[in-house]
């Protein structure tokens, strides 16, 4: 059984920069893909990046903004959110997939306001 906790949500002004971070408890190997998703009101659940062996996905909307980043040995994936515009304001959760299965986080909010 995994277990994710997030943290490092709040509010951020436009332009500033945020850091998210999700740690995983259990069972984590370095072939598990560790991402963030996020889901913005009345809109559905969306990638927002994801890790895998050292390879990034990231979605057109955050490449170049957006930062994935993966700390095996603590079994912590973060997401660096440079530049961000009140578009990112949403809830973000953290995502592991192994070969146990597919596993959430609680989920974070982010909000990007002046």
Known sequence: ???????????????????????ASGSIFSSASMGWYRQAPGKQR?????????????????KGRFTISRDSAKNTVFLQMNRPTP??????????VTSAGVYWGQGTQVTVSS
């Open 1 to 23: 059984q995994v277990q994710l906790v997030e943290s490092g949500g709040g509010l951020v002004q436009p332009g500033g920069s945020l850091r998210l971070s999700c740690v």
């Open 46 to 62: 969306e990638l927002v990046a994801t890790i895998v062996e050292g390879t990034a996905i990231y979605a057109d909307s955050v």
């Open 87 to 96: 578009e990112d304001t949403a809830v973000y959760y953290c995502r592991v």
